[in-house]
């Protein structure tokens, strides 16, 4: 896995609704028309069960995709092909086969008796790649895509040039790709831009920190507030992932599998940053705790992080919840007894009682289910939320991924899996979408994203200073640590 999770951290695993509509069920709509096979068998290279497509050859999979006279395919398709197709090979090559498609249709068009349904096939294709470039407009970001989509749209113009509605269509579609693609180029050199929180070397052995130094009850003091924040955040940074970047981990695992690259792992960054937005939570957290000099207020601050997770999880996000859980768990904080020994935890025992790893994390997936029907049913923005651990969902959609195989035994590609996956990344991606309802608040969000946050050796330092060593293992490791330190100055 490229993503690294945190010491603590669980070891599991306005276009989308336009596309999918209100479920990913794959079934065929009505009046779609249906290429290819019946509700209880195969036709060609398609096995249906249930009106259901289920599986297929990779090349009648991509006919399946191109609409006829008297087809169009289902939306609901439309999306998982196209986001799944990318494992079997690059977008430019997949519409380079669209494009052949078309033209093989078009010149049966005009060699028989419909060739006055030429204008209406027309349309259909530009609908198909509209639908293509508003879900997944990264796909024409080189120019083998580009040029493809630009010898399709030029094939078909040819078949509407008595009023040009054709044409208009495909001159909205490709501005809306160019502004659409400026926007994500833009987004990801602002983010690129954006350095880590800075690694605070932390005291040196008796060094204390000055007592006007600021710390997170200086900035906010009340839990339900940075809770709100945090959700702001979190919302902020899940909204850069796309369901190409999640489809990634597939197709990432692939290529390490088959001992090649394929596709632009590059992609990855947005995955990777918010990965390490949670562990720089984590650490943050456990920064805060440790750099306290007093016992009575190190209680303070842990039940003020204790009272941020839980406003976190009422909230729906679960992403921050388990950062900071994760962050009090780290060894530094763990092993300050006396000053847990000063903390009411009937609190943080509900909250590590959500987040059990135990039968894969049961109690939290009851959680998540429920802020989902709360979701759905929900009439304002607040209750819309819904942000889960995302190194659970990323490593769910990785297992479901390696369980199952990518072809079954007659070759054919196993679709019924990639529905699956669809509707994950479908589920998430509706999640990120919400508007957050939060005031947002600068100065706490500034605090969130720039503190100086301790190294691993730093904690273990101001942990040891705060509370001496209690065993032979942690004297041995404090006395090891100090001489690492003298030796470096």
């Not at 094939?155 to 490709?174: L, S």
């Not at 052995?205 to 507030?225: E, F, N, R």
């Not at 691993?456 to 690492?484: C, I, Q, Y």
Request: glycine share 4%.
């Amino acid at each position: 896995m490229f993503l690294e999770p945190q010491e603590t951290m669980p070891q599991t695993s306005v276009v989308f609704s336009s596309i999918l509509g209100p479920s990913c069920s794959g079934q065929v709509q009505p009046g779609m028309g249906e290429r290819g096979g019946g509700a209880g068998g195969g036709s060609g290279d398609l096995i249906f069960q249930d009106g259901r497509l289920i599986s297929g050859s990779l090349e009648a999979l991509m006919e399946h995709l191109v609409p006829t006279v008297d087809y169009y395919p289902d939306r609901t398709y439309i999306f998982t092909f196209l986001l799944s197709s990318r494992v079997f090979m690059p977008p430019h090559d997949l519409l380079a086969r669209v494009g052949q498609i078309c033209v093989e249709q078009k010149q049966q068009l005009e060699a028989g008796p419909e060739k006055a349904k030429l204008k209406s096939f027309s349309a259909k294709i530009v609908q198909l790649l509209k639908e293509w470039t508003e879900a997944f407009p990264y796909d024409f970001q080189d120019e083998k895509a580009m040029a493809e989509l630009k010898a399709i749209t030029h094939r078909v113009t040819q078949c509407d040039e008595e009023n040009g509605t054709v044409k208009k269509a495909i001159a909205q579609m490709t501005q809306s790709l160019l502004l659409s693609l400026a926007a994500r180029s833009q987004l990801q050199e602002l983010r690129e831009k954006l350095r880590p929180p800075a690694v605070d070397k932390g005291p040196i052995l008796k060094t204390k920190p000055p007592a006007a130094q600021k710390d997170i009850l200086g900035v906010c003091c009340d839990p339900l507030v940075l809770a709100q924040q945090l959700t702001h955040i979190e919302l902020d940074r899940v909204s850069s992932i796309y369901p190409e970047d999640l489809m990634q981990i597939v197709s990432h695992m692939d290529s390490l599998d088959n001992h090649r690259c394929r596709g632009d792992l590059t992609k990855t960054y947005s995955l990777e940053a918010y990965d390490n937005w949670f562990n720089c939570l984590s650490m943050l957290v456990a920064t805060e705790v440790c750099r306290v000099v007093k016992k009575k207020h190190r209680t303070r601050m842990l039940e003020f992080f204790i009272d941020v997770a839980r406003e976190c999880f009422n909230i729906g996000n679960f992403n921050s919840m388990m950062a900071i859980i994760s962050g009090m768990n780290l060894s530094p904080v763990a092993r300050l007894k006396k000053t847990w020994s000063k903390v009411k935890t009937a609190k943080f025992d509900v909250l590590e009682h959500h987040m059990d790893p135990s039968s894969n994390f049961c109690n939290y997936r009851t959680a998540l289910q429920g802020a989902t029907q709360r979701s759905q049913m929900a009439n304002s923005s607040r209750e819309k939320i819904v942000i889960p651990v995302f190194n659970l969902f990323v490593k769910d959609i990785y297992f479901l991924h390696k369980i199952h195989t990518n072809h079954l035994p007659n070759g054919h590609i196993n679709f019924k899996k990639f529905w699956e996956i669809s509707r994950q990344i479908h589920e998430f991606m509706t999640w990120t979408q919400v508007e957050c309802p939060f005031e947002k608040d600068k100065k706490i969000q500034s605090y969130l994203l720039t503190a100086p946050i301790y190294s691993e050796e730093a904690l273990f330092v101001a942990s040891f200073e705060s509370e001496g060593p209690e065993n032979h293992m942690e004297k041995d490791s404090w006395k090891t640590l100090r001489t690492t330190l003298l030796n470096r100055a």
